[in-house]
T-cell receptor, first 109, second 115 residues
Framework: RKEVEQDPGPFNVPEGATVAFNCTYSNSASQSFFWYRQDCRKEPKLLMSVYSSGNEDGRFTAQLNRASQYISLLIRDSKLSDSATYLCVVNNGGTALIFGKGTTLSVSS | GAVVSQHPSRVICKSGTSVKIECRSLDFQATTMFWYRQFPKQSLMLMATSNEGSKATYEQGVEKDKFLINHASLTLSTLTVTSAHPEDSSFYIC???????????FGSGTRLTVV
């Protein structure tokens, strides 16, 4: 079983739609959780950290369920510029980040 | 904010030659740097972790004699792909951390094509 698993998509949605991505992780001792965004042929960039209490940043909401080892990202009112690959990322208390394969989102007008 | 500069951004080399990729932390001291590789439509895979002044720690399946890592200072780590082959063609990305309480910053990546 992979350490971080995501539905690869692609998710094709119209502008203004709400879309949710899910992610599961295998190591119950994982300590830190993130969502990164990666545009085609570019480096990943931090979108937001994920906290147990859930956190929101504008149109983006992240949730963490430690009991189920499940992380989610909700994007409301999708924009064309949201088209990218979204990477679920976990840190197990070591020093390196562990990346999921990513979920591709395509927002169309 | 923290900036990591990676160079070159793109390189094409002949099979059998060696290629050096540099990763520099511009405004902070990076005690630890990480090298990742990403094949098309795949996730970033950690290749090795380098700590300043000590030998790099390689992930299982990564040949340390083929992918030479040097982290001689707190601001510079280099990855040398030796005797490159077409199957080494990939997107290589470095990441730097200033320590446990600091985040991770990524370089812009190097797209290596071996012909």
């Amino acid at each position: 079983r992979k350490e971080v698993e995501q539905d690869p998509g692609p998710f094709n949605v119209p502008e203004g739609a709400t879309v949710a991505f899910n992610c599961t992780y295998s190591n119950s001792a994982s300590q830190s959780f993130f969502w990164y965004r990666q545009d085609c042929r570019k480096e990943p960039k931090l979108l937001m950290s994920v906290y147990s209490s859930g956190n929101e940043d504008g149109r983006f909401t992240a949730q963490l369920n430690r009991a189920s080892q499940y992380i989610s990202l909700l994007i409301r009112d999708s924009k064309l510029s949201d088209s990218a690959t979204y990477l679920c990322v976990v840190n197990n208390g070591g020093t390196a980040l562990i990346f999921g394969k990513g979920t591709t989102l395509s927002v169309s007008s | 904010g923290a900036v990591v500069s990676q160079h070159p951004s793109r390189v094409i080399c002949k099979s059998g030659t060696s290629v050096k990729i540099e990763c520099r932390s511009l405004d902070f001291q990076a005690t630890t740097m990480f090298w990742y590789r990403q094949f098309p439509k795949q996730s970033l895979m950690l290749m090795a972790t380098s700590n300043e002044g000590s030998k790099a720690t390689y992930e299982q399946g990564v040949e340390k004699d083929k992918f030479l890592i040097n982290h001689a200072s707190l601001t510079l780590s280099t990855l040398t792909v030796t005797s490159a082959h077409p199957e080494d063609s990939s997107f290589y990305i470095c990441s730097a951390s200033g320590g446990p309480n600091y985040g991770y910053t990524f370089g812009s990546g190097t797209r290596l094509t071996v012909v």
